[in-house]
């Protein structure tokens, strides 16, 4: 029995012929399909050594890599949630949608569609009254969301004000596609997350947010579990993770390519919560995937100065994001209904993914071209560093503090 690969091919030079023409892969590429972009399709696999290699020679395939394990970016529960809910509901509006700029700004995300490929969505709390709401599970557990992280990270990104309290950052948003990728214990595969990203991409998303990652230990306990020794788990687990990088990297290459002829899409994900800076430099870890792919958009995670003289990186925050956002404190929407507060950089991404959101707005009613590319490039440029506390390194916050326009 063969292992289990992922495998990416463009669909874009893909036509039927006629018993007239010739169907021939060599034969030349109509203008229509040229016209068309990269069109990524997903399929998954047993594949026995030998067949591996008969399909990467597939001139379709652009990727193939073993599944691996992946799951969410575990947040931090804060020890004073009744407090920071409190806060919050003091102030109006979340330290966060206060940070970034979104309570100031005059966009709020209007005619653009997010999607959040997470643990799923409790529809039925009053953060998302208006909002169109389309879910598809790819994790097997069916819709909806027993674990809270996806509800949450939804709710930062274009919930609406409950309780009197604003927590979203583009509550203009009325489109939102809930791909459901990790099952209700926060577990899933590359499986699951490829074919949420497709599908979210063919869906029409204009920004995707991804608050998980890589389960590399949990590889190496299932090849160990198989009868690997560790040595060996670990080598095979290793090449696994380097093939599904040079796939996401494909992945992305072809993300941007359809923003070529389209509007394109925006992706971001979290760096991680690995490090542990508060033991030094030593113990810093650096963005895992899906945010090291290229192309995606890492975000690490700031904290509130104990001192108030500005913003500090969050003590687990992998280091080498490309921005930065509030992570720590962050008051969002509690699955079945009021609000709780978490940290992790699992908060910091749905930040900077309504941002991105409110830039789409702003470049739609601007005559510059309406593409991914213009938004990420506003959205880079309108960063922040004087918020941020003097001393600040750049490889631990990036261009800076993520801005609404």
């Not at 998954?44 to 399909?55: I, N």
């Not at 994900?269 to 890492?298: M, T, Y």
């Not at 994001?321 to 009021?338: D, E, L, T």
């Not at 978490?342 to 830039?359: D, E, I, R």
């Amino acid at each position: 029995m063969g292992e289990r690969y992922s495998v990416l091919r463009d669909m874009s030079g893909v036509r039927t012929a006629s018993p007239l023409e010739s169907a021939r892969a060599g034969g030349p590429v109509p203008p229509q399909a040229l016209a068309a972009g990269s069109e990524p399709h997903v399929e998954v696999a047993e594949l026995s050594k030998h067949e591996l290699r008969d399909v990467s020679r597939d001139p379709e395939v652009r990727a193939v890599a073993p599944v691996m394990p992946t799951t969410l970016i575990q947040p931090i529960e804060d020890a004073a949630d009744g407090r920071a809910e409190a806060e919050a509901a003091a102030a109006a509006a979340t330290w966060g949608v206060k940070a970034v700029g979104a309570d100031v700004t005059t966009r709020t995300g209007a005619d653009t569609i997010v999607a959040v490929l997470d643990t799923g969505i409790d529809a039925t709390h009053p953060a998302f009254t208006g909002v169109t709401i389309i879910q598809e599970d790819f994790s097997g557990s069916g819709v909806g969301d027993k674990q809270g992280h996806g509800t949450h990270c939804a709710g930062t990104i274009f919930g609406r004000a409950v309780e009197g309290t604003r927590i979203g950052v583009a509550p203009g948003v009325t489109r939102a596609l809930i791909g459901k990728v990790l099952a209700d214990d926060g577990s899933g595969d590359t499986e699951a997350l490829l074919r949420g990203l497709e599908w979210a991409l063919h869906q029409g998303a204009q920004v995707i947010s991804m608050s998980l990652g890589f389960d590399f230990p949990g590889m190496v306990q299932r090849l160990t579990d198989m009868g690997r020794q560790p040595r060996f788990a670990t080598s095979l687990a290793l090449e696994a993770y380097r093939a599904n990088l040079r796939l996401f990297d494909a992945l992305m290459r072809m993300v941007a390519a359809r923003s070529a002829v389209g509007p394109g899409t925006v992706v971001v994900a979290a760096a991680g919560n690995e490090s542990e800076r508060q033991n030094g430099p030593d113990f810093e870890i650096a963005v895992s995937l899906p945010a090291a792919a290229e192309g995606v958009i890492a975000v690490g995670a700031l904290a509130q100065s104990p001192t108030g003289n500005g913003l500090v990186v969050a003590p687990f925050s992998n280091t080498f994001p490309q921005i930065s956002a509030p992570g720590v404190g962050v008051v969002s929407a509690r699955n079945g209904g009021g609000l709780r507060s978490l940290s992790g950089t699992s908060m910091a991404t749905p930040h900077v993914a309504g941002v991105a959101a409110l830039w789409w707005e702003d470049v739609m009613k601007s005559p510059l071209p309406a593409s991914a590319s213009t938004v990420v490039a506003r959205l880079l440029a309108g960063a922040a560093v004087s918020p941020l506390a003097s001393g600040v390194d750049v490889a631990d916050r990036g261009v800076g503090l993520v801005r609404a326009p």
